[in-house]
């Protein structure tokens, strides 16, 4: 069925590509650009619209990296960090400066050492370079150090002050509600803590609590922040805490990246979404990027086709108008896996004039 305009004219049918990455094989960009390649020939204009909720990938959704910062990396030796900044906003991942990858991952990260002193060299690299807006997207980190090390390195390069002295805006994509001591023990583990190590590194926290209370208490008041009870402060190992204490604000990563990319007006005017992630589960629904896809089209009346290298027994009903496909039970494991955008553009070519 034609697409057409209010004036009842017709139009080339439109599809919104909104996806998150597929971790391991395809870059948000990546997918667009195979959904782009299976709809192209068959007649549509794609809008193109990569997503992330906030962590690794969020560069991606903004355009890419176009700057490099040498800083601190989480186990105290130099690494290069790509950042973003256009158009008076930078975009930094602090995975990119203080990430467990970086360190080797959990099994060999030294969870006491590790530090987020480089993603505070960046975030000052941002002021310095001019911007007005500075969004961290956390996620991926090695340390539990507070955020203090971050916090440091800022308030050194800004000579005493931070962002906002300066009028720069602070933006902390952030999904979790952990309180500041409680992120050893929530995420801890994962970071490669043992048991005891967890115990050392809640009574490090406590301390450097208190530390900010006492060396930063007039900005804490100012905002009305108090880190005992802050939703997100134990982000990222208490970074989350760390860029309060900056006078950051920490909002829900989707809706920032959401917001930023103009993800309501692109919906304005298509005919179809397309979004996607590896793996679809219930969590894809609770303030990921395929959920909140999905919503915001429904609100739109507006069909949508979910991709996904695999899908999970927990993903909830869906109604009518989401159309769901598991590439690997399609495809087969080992194509999903690597052959991705291949399945990506196969998958779009058999289910896209079946969506109106």
Known sequence: ???????????????????????????????????????????????????????????????????????????????????????????????RASGLDLAGGGSVNDPMAATSRGTGELIADAVLDGAQRVIVGLGGSAMTDGGMAAVEAVVDRLAGQRPIDRGVELLVACDVATVFTDAAAVFGPQKGADPDQVVELTDRLRRVRSHYDDRYGAWLTDHGVDLATAPGGGAAGGLGGGLLVLGGELVPGLRLVAEQVGLDEALEDVDVVVTGEGALDAESFNGKVVGGV????????LPVLVLAGTIREDVPDLPARVTTVDLSAR??????????????????????????
């Open 1 to 95: 069925m034609a697409a057409t305009d209010e004036g009842g004219r017709s139009r080339r049918r439109t599809l919104l590509a909104a996806p998150d990455k597929f971790r391991g094989s395809l870059t948000a960009p990546e997918v667009v650009a195979a959904v782009t390649a299976a709809a192209g020939p068959l007649g549509w204009d794609v809008v193109a619209r990569p997503l992330a909720d906030g962590g690794e990938g969020m560069l991606d959704a903004f355009g890419g990296p176009n700057r490099t910062s040498t800083v601190t990396g989480p186990h105290g030796r130099p690494v290069e960090a790509q950042w973003r900044h256009a158009d008076g906003v930078a975009v930094i991942e602090s995975a």
């Open 294 to 301: 999905v919503e915001a089209a429904l609100h739109h009346d």
């Open 331 to 356: 495809f087969g494991e080992d194509a999903s896996w690597g052959q991705t955008a291949q399945c990506t553009r196969r998958a779009v070519e058999q289910e896209l004039e079946h969506l109106l």
